[in-house]
């Protein structure tokens, strides 16, 4: 974060050339901004500012939160999520208190790739930002959503989950058109409908939940 306060200058020649100082955080106003979408977390333990000669604040407060985001995983694993981080301030409308991002999307994109866990489930794809006011009680306030999309590597579901699915597939249908006899082939269509019925106990574990649509893995 960075703001301004004009009340707040001195000349580093008057002060041993001193151009700026590091302060607790309650000791000049600073703007309480909040994550919309955060439902859980830890609050940053680093409570100062800087504060240069020239009026301006830089704070850099880490957060750690968990956020809610809407998934939709009807193409799971072949998915791709958007997740909005919105950050706003609703003590104060937009006619005292705007909120502008200080680097381009472009910048941001480049920074979140580099600590970005490359070894996870999730690839990080694309970051865009989008500045806006909301209407809350007829008073309008300003707004900052990070919009992340990320991609769902598909790799350990397809060898743990399509492959042996495909596999028994064809196997059902080579023992029903084989020259085997009858009892061979209500044999082995046990033996198959068994190994379904394990696999999908393994691929219900394996799913992601959903109420509205199911992935389409899930209801073949």
């Not at 590091?22 to 830890?42: A, C, H, K």
């Amino acid at each position: 974060q960075e703001w301004q306060n004009p009340f707040a200058t001195w000349d580093p020649q008057d002060f041993c050339n001193i151009s700026e100082i590091v302060l607790p955080m309650d000791t000049y106003w600073s703007p309480p901004v909040f994550i919309v979408e955060r439902v859980n977390g830890q609050n940053p333990e680093l409570n100062y500012v800087v504060l240069m000669h020239n009026g301006i604040f830089n704070s850099t407060r880490p957060f750690q939160v968990t956020l809610t985001c809407s998934l939709i995983i009807l193409k799971f694993p072949f998915d791709t999520q958007m997740c909005n981080l919105s950050i706003a301030s609703y003590l104060y409308p937009v006619t005292d208190f705007v909120m502008k991002i200080r680097r381009t999307p472009a910048e941001i994109m480049k920074d979140s790739q580099s600590f970005f866990l490359t070894d996870g489930e999730w690839k990080f794809t694309n970051l865009s930002i989008i500045e806006y006011t909301e209407t809350l009680d007829d008073k309008e306030f300003s707004l900052v959503t990070y919009v992340i999309s990320m991609e769902r590597r598909p790799t350990l579901y397809i060898l743990n989950l399509i492959l042996p699915t495909c596999a028994l597939y064809l196997l059902d249908m080579a023992v029903l058109f084989g020259p085997s006899s009858l009892e061979e082939k209500i044999n082995f269509q046990i033996a198959i409908i068994l190994g379904s019925s394990m696999l999908a106990v393994i691929l219900n574990n394996s799913l992601p939940t959903s109420s509205n649509k199911p992935p389409i893995i899930g209801t073949h």
